[in-house]
């Protein structure tokens, strides 16, 4: 929860957001939507851990969406500051779309147990593993090979204490061992700069959060062109919350569907309210800390501990003490607990369609880096010409089309390929119709929501449907055979229950 905060505060500074603007407005309101949803599922576990009679009952991890906050600053408000050269019309455009990431986070709530119903666990969970395997764990462990002297002890300490199990001197835990470790290898080799802790401190003052109604009326007037790709980004939102409630209850910790995710959606919306740009999420690590042995006060602490910070104006401070690669091993280990978690608990047979269903994030997260890269060189994937990179074996058109909407066509992908390994060929086939609906009308496979936006996409789905039927409806000599024993060995068992009746 603290660590992603930071590094989302950390992306304002490198668009250069002026502090005023980011540790007065933006970080108070993000913090209380932090806070105060730690807090809550702090209190929705204890009430758990009474009700069943356990001490071991896990919280639910809670906080910022990881791809969420790259989104807002690179492709919501740097784009407006670039047309406008107003940073408070770019803050309040980001208010806005945080906006409307809550609201339809909210509606997600109600339709999430009906999704949780019909998608295959295995789709749930795998989906999972991409986002954590891309996402969560590839930036970490850039920046941590970036600095290998301090990322790769600090990461062995973890592992070695939550992996391995590793008794520490003192007992203390893991976590804090290796962020003291990393400090004081970062600032005992210069890493770190005396002068930004002199800055942080200077400007030190309290910053309590307060409402942004004409900032988030103003700012609906820039939304118009990121308004369609903000629909299935929150949508993204909801069903990673969804795979996270999967995953805790894989875990042994049973949550209601429906409230837990009201909370990130109706939190979203009041952060929002005050001048938050940043959509909150159920995360993604539920089993990772409950092995940990977080349980109830991880939660309580981070919710209270992310408030107080904030509040107080400590956030600029501890940002320019603690080297935020002694905190990324944290997310490297969560993402392994993920994915352990997803392959241990699937049926062998249908590991081929979670490795399938990984590709979606890959794809998605390397047409984020081509894209960083060109727009750091000033120029675009399309004045470059998608043929010629495709030349060069860049294939950033499919791969482009392939991860729209990742977690939807990963989970969606997995779905269709588990009933057909089970040999369920019509319901496979059914669901390969949805999905050609969904890409049809842009909710995946696309970059915009609209009539036939993904129509490419859509009509690979209906031939796969049409393969799907035709399993279905062709029956092999030797299956009609097989089919003709198994009918005669259910008649005889019939006829002889029957007699000795």
Same mark, same amino acid.
């Given at each position: 929860?603290?660590?992603?905060?930071?590094?989302?505060?950390?992306?304002?500074? $490198?668009?250069?957001?002026?502090?005023?603007i980011?540790?007065?407005?933006?970080?108070?309101?993000?913090a209380?939507?932090?806070?105060?949803?730690?807090?809550i599922?702090?209190?929705?576990? =204890?009430?758990?851990?009474?009700?069943?009679?356990?001490?071991?009952?896990t919280?639910m991890?809670?906080?910022?969406?990881?791809?969420?906050?790259?989104?807002?600053?690179?492709?919501?408000?740097l784009?407006?500051?670039?047309q406008?050269?107003?940073w408070?019309?770019?803050?309040?455009?980001?208010?806005?779309?945080?906006?409307v &990431?809550?609201?339809?986070?909210?509606?997600?709530?109600?339709?999430?147990?009906?999704? &949780?119903?019909?998608?295959? =666990?295995?789709?749930?969970?795998g989906?999972?593993?991409?986002l954590?395997?891309?996402?969560?764990?590839?930036?970490?462990?850039?920046?941590?090979?970036?600095?290998?002297?301090?990322?790769?002890?600090?990461?062995?300490?973890?592992?070695?204490?939550?992996?391995?199990?590793?008794?520490?001197?003192?007992?203390?835990?893991?976590?804090?061992?290796?962020?003291?470790?990393?400090?004081?290898?970062?600032?005992? $080799?210069?890493?770190?700069?005396?002068?930004?802790?002199q800055?942080?401190?200077?400007?030190?003052?309290?910053?309590?959060?307060?409402?942004a109604?004409?900032?988030?009326? &103003?700012?609906?007037?820039?939304?118009?062109?990121?308004?369609?790709?903000?629909?299935?980004?929150?949508?993204?939102?909801?069903?990673?919350?969804?795979?996270?409630?999967?995953?805790?209850?894989?875990?042994?910790?049973?949550?209601? $569907?429906?409230?837990?995710?009201?909370?990130?959606?109706?939190?979203?919306?009041?952060?929002?309210?005050?001048?938050?740009v940043?959509?909150?999420?159920?995360?993604?690590?539920h089993?990772?800390?409950?092995?940990?042995?977080?349980?109830?006060?991880?939660?309580?602490? $981070?919710?209270?501990?992310v408030?107080?910070?904030?509040?107080?104006?400590?956030?600029?401070l501890?940002?320019?003490?603690?080297?935020?690669?002694?905190?990324?091993?944290?997310?490297?280990?969560?993402s392994?607990?993920i994915?352990? &978690?997803?392959?241990?608990?699937?049926?062998?047979?249908?590991?081929?369609?979670?490795?399938?269903?990984?590709?979606?994030?890959?794809?998605?997260?390397?047409?984020?880096?081509?894209?960083?890269?060109?727009?750091?060189?000033?120029?675009?994937?399309?004045?470059?010409?998608?043929?010629?990179?495709?030349?060069?074996?860049?294939?950033?058109?499919?791969?482009?089309?392939?991860?729209?909407?990742?977690?939807?066509?990963?989970?969606?992908?997995?779905?269709?390929?588990?009933y057909?390994?089970? =040999?369920?060929?019509?319901?496979?086939?059914?669901?390969?119709?949805?999905?050609?609906?969904?890409?049809?009308?842009?909710?995946?496979?696309?970059?915009?929501?609209?009539?036939?936006?993904?129509?490419?996409?859509?009509?690979?789905?209906?031939?796969?449907?049409?393969?799907?039927?035709?399993?279905?409806?062709?029956?092999?000599?030797?299956?009609k055979?097989?089919?003709?024993?198994?009918?005669?060995?259910?008649?005889?068992?019939?006829?002889?229950f029957?007699?000795?009746?």
């Amino acid at each position: 929860m603290l660590t992603n905060f930071l590094a989302a505060i950390g992306l304002l500074a $490198t668009i250069n957001m002026p502090s005023a603007i980011v540790y007065g407005n933006i970080v108070p309101g993000a913090a209380i939507s932090i806070g105060l949803g730690g807090i809550i599922f702090a209190v929705q576990a =204890r009430r758990a851990s009474i009700k069943r009679g356990v001490s071991n009952v896990t919280a639910m991890p809670y906080g910022l969406s990881v791809p969420h906050y790259f989104i807002v600053a690179f492709g919501v408000m740097l784009p407006v500051y670039a047309q406008t050269q107003d940073w408070m019309l770019a803050w309040a455009t980001g208010i806005a779309w945080n906006f409307v &990431q809550g609201i339809i986070m909210t509606i997600g709530a109600f339709v999430g147990p009906y999704i &949780q119903k019909y998608i295959p =666990r295995s789709a749930l969970l795998g989906s999972l593993t991409g986002l954590a395997l891309t996402y969560i764990a590839m930036n970490p462990m850039g920046e941590i090979f970036s600095t290998p002297y301090i990322g790769m002890l600090t990461l062995v300490i973890v592992l070695g204490g939550w992996i391995a199990h590793k008794k520490l001197p003192g007992n203390i835990p893991a976590g804090l061992l290796a962020i003291v470790i990393g400090m004081l290898l970062a600032w005992g $080799t210069g890493y770190m700069d005396v002068a930004a802790v002199q800055s942080a401190a200077s400007g030190f003052s309290i910053s309590l959060p307060s409402f942004a109604i004409s900032q988030l009326v &103003q700012g609906f007037a820039y939304l118009s062109p990121f308004l369609a790709a903000a629909i299935p980004l929150a949508i993204y939102d909801f069903l990673e919350s969804l795979d996270n409630i999967e995953s805790a209850e894989v875990g042994g910790d049973k949550y209601p $569907t429906g409230l837990s995710l009201l909370v990130p959606g109706l939190l979203t919306i009041f952060g929002s309210l005050l001048g938050s740009v940043f959509p909150t999420i159920l995360y993604i690590g539920h089993p990772g800390w409950k092995a940990a042995g977080a349980r109830v006060g991880y939660s309580m602490a $981070t919710g209270i501990g992310v408030l107080v910070l904030a509040f107080v104006g400590l956030m600029p401070l501890v940002m320019s003490v603690i080297p935020l690669v002694a905190l990324l091993p944290i997310l490297v280990y969560i993402s392994m607990s993920i994915g352990t &978690q997803a392959f241990s608990t699937a049926k062998s047979k249908h590991i081929p369609a979670m490795i399938l269903g990984l590709l979606p994030f890959i794809a998605s997260f390397v047409t984020l880096q081509v894209d960083n890269a060109l727009t750091a060189a000033g120029t675009s994937a399309g004045e470059v010409g998608l043929s010629l990179l495709k030349d060069n074996g860049v294939y950033y058109e499919g791969w482009n089309t392939l991860g729209a909407s990742d977690i939807l066509v990963s989970m969606m992908l997995i779905s269709i390929v588990i009933y057909l390994v089970e =040999r369920n060929f019509k319901t496979a086939a059914v669901y390969a119709l949805i999905t050609a609906a969904l890409s049809y009308f842009g909710f995946i496979h696309a970059g915009e929501i609209g009539l036939g936006t993904g129509a490419s996409a859509a009509l690979g789905y209906l031939t796969m449907s049409a393969g799907l039927m035709f399993f279905h409806l062709y029956k092999h000599p030797e299956e009609k055979a097989a089919l003709e024993l198994e009918s005669k060995a259910v008649v005889e068992a019939d006829e002889s229950f029957e007699a000795n009746s």
